[in-house]
């Protein structure tokens, strides 16, 4: 019998042992391609203030980007052409012609919905685009960009020949806002901050409204998709937990930018190059809000469609489904 007894606490000593080293020990790591850092290029000016939270730690996740800014196309193209770039902040006209040569960025979603204005002299009478007629009319460069495409366009339906009837001409929009200043200019069609910037101190006003004008044109809201957060096709591929992550970071920073205005205003002063008054002003006319690409890919495909309709060769092609992410 004490044989048996023996025996039977061995037996349970040895199963209490079994069940500790499973339960209690940590689980042997497997393989793994987790990266938790990501690089993003965003440009410089206002869309700094989405991502100007998670840049400056402000907001985190599970996923670490080390942001940089880009000024102009050729360094972004120089950029993306190096390969060591994962995500993008980019304006959906530029990716839509990367994508035609390369078909290696995917759209995540569209964060930047409203920016573009007509600006007029503060004795400027605009009552409609025969307003402009022998008139001049300032715009950033170049041929071709989304506000001078739809200006292009309000003009032409309204039987005005663009550069006959009215004169359009190109410069810096920093350029632009000098001469607006200086009393040199009476309209300008600008996107934000700059439009603030020229009727800053009474010099002029906001005569239209460019996404009322698309709502016209296109049938649909008051917004026009500007720029919104791309990933190249092979991180998406390999990666898929970390992009979701680097979404959800996106969205978080954006909020936190529309929440703390006065922060992210001081945080991003060096990179935009605006006044922080200017800026802060600005933002009242902005919209930032993150829409994922299943929710956008609508009124992005009526936007770059339309663009191409209107100006062909600004789009080289207009992206087909893979643009978009899943």
């Given amino acids: 019998m004490k044989k048996w ?45 989405p991502v100007i939270a998670l840049d400056k730690g402000q907001v985190s ?13 050729d360094e972004v193209v120089a950029m993306l052409a190096k390969g060591d770039v994962d995500f993008a902040v980019l304006p959906l006209t ?84 000098a001469l607006f200043q200086s009393g040199k200019i009476e309209y300008a069609a600008l996107p934000e901050p700059y439009a603030t910037a020229a009727i800053a101190s009474d010099k002029g006003k906001i005569v239209l409204d460019f996404q009322k004008f698309w709502s016209q044109l296109a049938g649909g809201a008051e917004r026009i998709p500007v720029a919104g957060l791309f990933v190249k096709k092979a991180y998406l591929d390999a990666h898929p937990n970390e992009t979701k992550a680097m979404e959800k970071l996106l969205t978080d920073s954006t909020n936190w930018g529309n929440q703390n205005v006065d922060q992210a205003v001081d945080l991003s002063k060096d ?18 809000h993150y829409v994922p690409s299943r929710e956008a890919k609508p009124e992005v495909e009526v936007f770059l469609n339309k663009m191409k309709e209107l100006y062909s060769p600004g789009i080289t092609t207009v992206p087909d489904a893979g643009f978009y992410a899943p």
């Fill in 5 to 49: 007894l023996a025996v039977g606490l061995v037996l349970i000593v040895a199963a209490a042992g079994i069940w500790y080293w499973k339960t209690g020990q940590s689980p042997t790591p497997g393989p793994s391609n987790v990266n938790r850092e990501v690089s993003l290029i965003n440009p410089s000016g206002p869309v700094v203030i």
């Fill in 61 to 73: 996740g599970e996923v670490t980007p080390r942001v940089r800014y880009w000024k102009n196309n």
């Fill in 94 to 177: 530029q990716a839509a012609n990367i994508y035609a040569n390369q078909k290696d960025m995917v759209l995540l979603g569209v964060h930047e919905w409203k920016v573009f204005y007509l600006v007029g002299a503060s004795n400027a009478t605009f009552d409609g685009w025969q307003s402009l007629k022998g008139k001049s009319v300032y715009t950033p460069p170049s041929r071709g960009q989304t506000v001078d495409v739809l200006m292009r366009a309000a003009l032409s339906q309204e039987g005005l020949k663009p550069d006959e009837d009215v004169k359009i001409l190109y410069a810096a929009p920093t350029e632009i806002v």
């Fill in 271 to 288: 990179l935009i190059g605006i006044s922080p008054d200017i800026m802060k002003s600005a933002l009242q006319r902005i919209d930032f």
